[in-house]
């Protein structure tokens, strides 16, 4: 999951960008308005809206009319209702303000993520990915005309990846459509990716993206 935290306070923004590396996340940084509209392409940006060289407003609004999808975040000491109302208005999708701890903003990032993650799945009852076919409404699971029975958690791991067909998909978006959270997890989503290849009798369909995630695999 990659994050561009915006914060122009030096300090502030290196314990934030290690706390974020230690929860897994991959931390681009930028000090400025114009090094955050300059940044390669996040997932989710933080944004400060006290920055030194133009408002932080305008550069959520310039972020969201580039990329309506993107996940962001204001983080920023304007605590008034109309400033929270004025962030939200500009584009973006939550608002915290400071001082927090790691774990409220943690904790948003994960709903933050959630409702993207729900908005990308695409309408109606069945997925289909070459041979592949799920039945979302009953729940059912056929590959070459073959129906596999899957454990709920199994199945919703396909189902996210299916509707992502040929994308690398991240392991924290998977763990967030699934089990709702990016917090620890061990092993369980790789568990399920195995027990996943083998009922589907074939290891290639479901692919491993070093470094990223997993990929679902037409056939």
């Known amino acids: 999951m990659r994050v561009l935290l915006v914060e122009d306070d030096v300090r502030v923004s290196a314990a934030l960008a290690g706390a974020l590396r230690r929860h897994g996340y991959s931390v681009n940084c930028a000090t400025t308005a114009e090094e955050a509209l300059a940044a390669p392409t996040a997932d989710l940006v933080l944004l400060d809206l006290g920055l030194p ?3 932080g407003l305008e550069v959520c609004r310039r972020l969201r009319e580039r990329h309506p999808h993107l996940s962001i975040i204001a983080v920023t000491a304007r605590g008034e209702e109309h400033e929270r ?4 208005r500009t584009g973006a999708d939550d608002y915290v303000v400071k001082p927090f701890s790691m774990a409220e903003l943690q904790a948003r990032i994960e709903a933050v993520l959630r409702r993207a993650v729900r908005a990308a799945r695409p309408p109606g009852d069945v997925v289909e990915v070459g041979s592949l076919r799920l039945d979302t409404a009953a ?66 369909v479901v692919r491993t993206v070093r470094g990223v995630g997993y990929r679902l695999q037409p056939r």
Request: charged share 25%; hydrophobic share 45%.
């Open 139 to 204: 729940r059912q699971v056929s590959l070459n005309g073959r129906e596999i029975s899957l454990t709920r958690m199994e199945f919703e791991v396909l189902l996210t990846l299916a509707n992502r067909p040929g994308v690398a998909v991240t392991r924290e978006e998977l763990l967030l459509a699934v089990w709702q959270t990016t917090f620890g997890g061990g092993r369980t989503l790789e568990v399920h990716i195995a027990a996943l290849r083998a009922k589907l009798g074939d290891p290639d």
């Open 85 to 88: 109302v004025a962030g939200l």
């Open 53 to 55: 060289d133009r408002d």
